[in-house]
């Protein structure tokens, strides 16, 4: 599990092929490997991926097929958002993520506003109806609240510091971005279809 709150922002310095697979070679720059140990999860863009080498201040992750065709930015080197899994310990300063991405959406819109700046966000048809307005979604592993949701658009303001701190200062009009719904959302709707069967059933 992770939280959503950034912990520093990598590189992605290498790719290599392993059949239809990849192994990526992160430079984890600010996120520090001393308590990271080979078989520990990392969310890289919001994507959950086990560290299966380090050597300081990279560590290595193995990306199946599987998961390059349902998450965008793994397949090319660039910067990517990084955080450690979440300790029963730690404050729980954005949502719970599992860094199991639920869709990849479109940027349509990303402009200053004042110190901050909108991102609006295409999500796929899907989904949508799991983002509500002053919910939280998952935008490249960043935690964000929603401010408007219009048919499959949904809205953000990110302030300052998110900006300065995060990959999402570099999006651009029709980039791509890995999206996770708030997980409440997946339980309140399993919670209605099994009220509904347990009503059709009597």
Known sequence: MFTGIIQSVGQIDDISPVGDDVKLRINANQLGLDDVAVGDSIAVNGVCLTATAIESPHFFAHVSKATLDVTAGLSQPQPVNLEKALRLSDRLGGHLVSGHVDGIGTVTQFEPVGDCWLLAVRAPH??????????????????LTVNSIVQDTFTVNLIPHTIEHTTLQHLNIQDAVNLEIDQIARYVERMAEWSTQQAEST
């Open 126 to 143: 899907a989904i949508s109806k799991y983002i509500a307005h002053k919910g939280s979604i998952c935008v490249n592993g960043v935690s």
